[in-house]
């Protein structure tokens, strides 16, 4: 089996496709890198918080996605690393090598479109959400359940590719497995959707699901980055969790 994974270049996307690598005859990585802008937003010291939240998940991200120096992404592959820019030009190059793919992950990149969306939409595409969709639509769904007391409604959507973001088919959920950290169960849902993904990749039955239609009516929050601001992580540090019953 081919499968191309479209993704980023952070430790989880790198530990992701080396499990993708043990799997498959021929895995290709189209790494994306996400550029700087040019200036900063906030200042330090208008963003304590966030940077105390980032902190954690990176502390978390390096503990649990860490791979074996022997075991580096060791592809029978195809790699290329593009710009975030890059990645929706009209012409694409590395189009060629992955026409045989039998399978198209997308996972922690940019919303697909232009030439890309269109030679995807020819072939079997699975995408990674993080967070339970439709329930949660946008960015940083799982801080947002857990802010909404909603610890139930942490975890991923792998879905269908659609020309509308975020806007496909629901094959399946994942959840992630109890533990007393919000910040640490929140990164353990990639972990669930990788583990779950990787077995019905090997049993082929991710070829034979289905797609259920995302009902809009079920949104509670559509979110955009602009939204997890200094202040709203302030409270959520303020916070007492209890995951199996919510916010107290």
């Given amino acids: 089996?081919?499968?191309?994974?479209?993704?980023?270049?952070?430790?989880?996307?790198?530990?992701?496709?080396?499990?993708?690598?043990?799997?498959?005859?021929?895995?290709?990585?189209?790494?994306?890198?996400?550029?700087?802008p040019k200036k900063k937003i906030k200042k330090d010291k208008d963003s304590k918080y966030i940077k105390r939240y980032i902190n954690n998940l990176k502390n978390y991200e390096n503990k649990l996605f860490n791979i074996k120096r022997q075991n580096n992404l060791n592809f029978k592959k195809f790699k290329y690393s593009i710009s975030t820019k890059e990645l929706n030009k009209k012409k694409l190059d590395f189009l060629d090598n992955l026409k045989n793919s039998d399978l198209f992950i997308l996972y922690g990149c940019s919303y697909i479109k232009k030439n890309l969306y269109n030679f995807l939409?020819?072939?079997?595409?699975?995408?990674?959400?993080?967070?339970?969709?439709?329930?949660?639509?946008?960015?940083?769904?799982?801080?947002?359940?857990?802010?909404?007391?909603?610890?139930?409604?942490v975890g991923a959507t792998i879905l269908k590719l659609s020309r509308k973001f975020e806007e496909g088919d629901i094959i399946f959920h994942t959840k992630p497995?109890?533990?007393?950290?919000p910040q640490k169960f929140s990164i353990l849902a990639s972990m669930s959707a990788f583990t779950s993904l990787i077995k019905r990749i090997e049993d082929k039955s991710i070829f034979k699901l289905k797609g259920e239609k995302q009902n809009k009516k079920k949104i509670i929050r559509q979110t955009t980055k602009s939204q997890f601001t200094?202040?709203?992580?302030?409270?959520?540090f303020l916070m007492n969790f209890d995951i199996k019953k919510g916010k107290n």
């Fill in 121 to 153: 939409k020819k072939k079997k595409v699975i995408c990674i959400h993080m967070g339970i969709s439709p329930f949660y639509r946008g960015s940083d769904c799982n801080f947002w359940a857990l802010y909404d007391k909603n610890p139930h409604l």
């Fill in 177 to 181: 497995k109890e533990v007393k950290d």
């Fill in 230 to 236: 200094d202040k709203i992580v302030k409270k959520f």
């Fill in 1 to 36: 089996m081919e499968i191309t994974l479209i993704t980023g270049n952070k430790k989880r996307h790198k530990y992701f496709a080396n499990l993708l690598s043990k799997i498959c005859d021929k895995l290709n990585v189209i790494e994306e890198i996400r550029t700087k």
